[in-house]
């Protein structure tokens, strides 16, 4: 969750102070995560994030 908030930061994808997501939760059997955002606008925001080629997958 760290390091998504910063990378949000770093690309200026946050709309106010603080962090954007809320809560994390991984599920390593079936290979998914949820990521709770605290507004709809930097949602979509970090769906840009994630579709960029220098986001590697863990």
């Avoid at 690309?11 to 059997?29: E, K």
Wanted: charged share 15%.
């Amino acid at each position: 969750m760290v390091d998504f908030n910063a990378q949000m930061h770093l690309r200026g994808l946050t709309q106010a102070p603080g962090h954007p997501v809320l809560a994390v939760q991984i599920n390593q059997d079936k290979n998914f995560t949820f990521l709770e955002f605290r507004s709809v606008d930097e949602t979509t925001q970090a769906v840009a994030l994630t579709a960029s080629p220098s986001r590697a997958s863990r």
